[in-house]
């Protein structure tokens, strides 16, 4: 039996299966964040970047560390470069999860405090990216 494989349907179908994952994903109140291995993010969905009081734009315009998201820990110390997750994850080759991290957000005069986890993705010994979640746990601190 000669399978014939349609290079054409293939691409229509895995064009429809990313745009299905592209709106779940942007649906959700959970932020999304992909980030390459030099911690600077590539793609999120709208949760991710509000979250942060950030426009699209401003989001993936910075690095994980940028100083303009003034970020402190539950006893208000300030965020050092090594403590972000997903520089952790980073340096570690390990998932960090559960990070609590407060978030001044300038655009919104107020402060949001987010639950971060990041997950980095392996490709032959390398980071290929970090995925990183942000879910507001705010009201655990009011």
């Excluded at 003034?70 to 208000?76: A, I, L, R, S």
């Amino acid at each position: 039996m000669n399978a014939h494989l349609d290079i054409d349907r293939l691409e229509q179908a895995y064009q429809t299966g990313e745009e299905a994952f592209y709106q779940v994903v942007n649906d959700l109140k959970i932020g999304v964040g992909i980030y390459n291995a030099n911690a600077s993010p590539t793609i999120c969905n709208q949760a991710a970047y509000e979250l942060l009081g950030l426009s699209k734009e401003q989001f993936l315009g910075n690095t994980a560390m940028d100083p303009y998201w003034k970020v402190t820990h539950e006893d208000g110390r300030k965020f050092e470069q090594y403590d972000f997750p997903i520089i952790d994850a980073i340096t570690n080759y390990k998932p960090k999860t559960g990070v609590i991290m407060g978030v001044s957000r300038p655009l919104k005069n107020d402060k949001v405090w987010l639950e971060v986890n990041a997950h980095p993705i392996l490709d032959t010994g390398s980071i290929k990216y970090v995925i990183c979640t942000y879910k507001d746990v705010t009201d655990q601190f009011e």
